[in-house]
């Protein structure tokens, strides 16, 4: 299995100021035919479902505010949030599917200062 | 507008068979490319991918509860269903179904359903 390993556990950013939560997995996730990281990033609200936000490790989903990007390649990834805004309050989970096997992360809370 | 609901028991007592169903609507698994996974996630704890299945009938497990799993889907009905054995009080968690598209670059899973709670305890 590729392991994910997510960085901090949990954070707390004052509201404007920007968040930034690392990823790392224990093998590359970089694909060798097209160059694309099989990366994603999920964010989770309390009693909802997951939903997509930036998924080969750097495009956001339609509909997703651009104060969310992605960036990393290979085996380290970043998600930044630029400004923090009272509803992205959330768990945000990275997850790999560049093999037939895919994997989550531990998950990271972000929260208000 | 794809949408994905899961249906099944709420408590199961341990050692049965767990069953849930994934309906499914805006989109078809005969349609090339498209697959529908399970994900869950136990109570304030991380997903866990389970299970996916595609068009092409083609399916993979975690190979940590590989022997427990077993995913079908039934296109008469548009849905897809998971069964999990023997199952324990470690296994309660909130299970989701999950849409994804591989044809082209693939992408991960895109649309999931509200998920359901499973309970297990005697």
């Known amino acids: 299995d590729i392991v994910m390993t997510q960085s901090p556990d949990s954070l707390a950013v004052s509201l404007g100021e920007r968040a930034t939560i690392n990823c790392k997995s224990s093998q590359s996730v970089l694909g060798s035919s097209n160059n694309k990281n099989y990366l994603t990033w999920y964010q989770q609200k309390p009693g909802q479902p997951p939903k997509l936000l930036i998924y080969?490790?750097?495009t956001r989903e339609s509909g997703v505010p651009d104060r969310f990007s992605g960036s990393g390649s290979g085996t380290d990834f970043t998600l930044t949030i630029s400004s923090l805004q009272a509803e992205d309050v959330a768990i945000y989970s990275c997850h790999q599917h560049y093999n037939n096997l895919q994997t989550f992360g531990q998950g990271t809370k972000v929260e208000i200062k | 507008q794809i949408t994905l609901k899961e249906s099944g028991p709420t408590l199961v007592k341990p050692t049965q068979t767990l069953t849930l169903t994934c309906t499914l609507s805006?989109?078809?698994?005969?349609?090339?490319?498209?697959?529908v996974g399970w994900i869950r996630q136990p109570p304030g704890k991380a997903l866990e991918w389970l299970a996916v299945?595609?068009?092409?009938?083609?399916?993979y497990y975690s190979p940590s509860l590989n022997s427990r799993l077993t995913i079908t889907k039934d296109i008469s009905k548009n849905q897809v269903v998971l069964t999990m054995t023997s199952m324990d009080p470690v296994d309660t968690a909130t299970y989701y179904c999950?849409?994804?598209?591989?044809?082209?670059?693939?992408?991960?899973?895109?649309?999931w359903g509200q998920g359901t709670l499973v309970t297990v305890s005697s």
């Open positions: 805006g989109f078809s698994l005969t349609t090339s490319g498209v697959g």
């Open positions: 999950a849409h994804r598209r591989v044809s082209g670059t693939p992408r991960p899973f895109d649309s």
């Open positions: 299945i595609y068009w092409d009938d083609t399916k």
């Open positions: 080969w490790a750097s």
